[in-house]
C-alpha cells in the first residue's frame, strides 16, 4: 500500500508539469512531421500493439532489422526507466523503515527522554532572558 502511494505520488508530481508545446516551424512537411491519416495511424497502433506483446525471441525471429531495432530500444528504455524507478523506491524504503529492528523504549527510557527535553527548553528559555536585558518574560 505505501509503495503504489509512493510511485502514485511520483507519477502525480511529473505530470502536474504538462506538456511543453511543440515549436512551430516554417518547414515543408518531410517525411518525419508528415500527418497520418486516421486509417494509416489505426494500422500503425496494432502493429506496434501486436510488436510490444512479442517475446524477444519472436520480434528475433519475426521483425525486420529497423522494427527489431526499435524494439530493443523501446524494452531496453523501458527496462532502464524500471530499474531506476526500484532503486528509488528502495532509497524512499529506507526512509519509512528506519525504526525497523530498532528495540522499543522502555516507559522509565522515555520518562528519562521528556526529562532531558524540558531541562534543555529551560536552559534555553534562561539564556533567551539573559539576552534579552534580564527580562524573564517578554
Request: no cysteine; proline share 2%.
Given at each position: 500500500?505505501?509503495?503504489?502511494v509512493i510511485v502514485a505520488a511520483?507519477?502525480?508530481?511529473?505530470?502536474?508539469f504538462g506538456v511543453l508545446p511543440t515549436a512551430t516551424t516554417s518547414r515543408h512537411s518531410?517525411?518525419?512531421n508528415e500527418f497520418l491519416?486516421?486509417?494509416?495511424?489505426v494500422?500503425?497502433?496494432?502493429r506496434?500493439?501486436?510488436i510490444r506483446a512479442m517475446t524477444k525471441e519472436e520480434a528475433t525471429a519475426n521483425l525486420t532489422a529497423e522494427d527489431l531495432e526499435t524494439y530493443t530500444n523501446y524494452y531496453s528504455e523501458v527496462r532502464d526507466g524500471v530499474l531506476k524507478m526500484e532503486e528509488l523506491a528502495k532509497e524512499m524504503m529506507k526512509d519509512v523503515n528506519k525504526a525497523e529492528g530498532?528495540?522499543?523504549?522502555?516507559?522509565?527510557?522515555?520518562?528519562?527522554?521528556?526529562?532531558?527535553k524540558k531541562q534543555h527548553r529551560a536552559a534555553c528559555n534562561e539564556a533567551a532572558a539573559e539576552a534579552a536585558g534580564g527580562?524573564?518574560?517578554?
Open positions: 500500500m505505501m509503495r503504489t511520483l507519477f502525480a508530481g511529473a505530470s502536474a518531410t517525411a518525419l491519416t486516421a486509417e494509416e495511424r494500422d500503425q497502433i496494432t506496434w500493439g501486436d530498532a528495540q522499543p523504549k522502555t516507559k522509565g527510557q522515555r520518562k528519562r527522554d521528556l526529562w532531558a527580562w524573564e518574560h517578554i
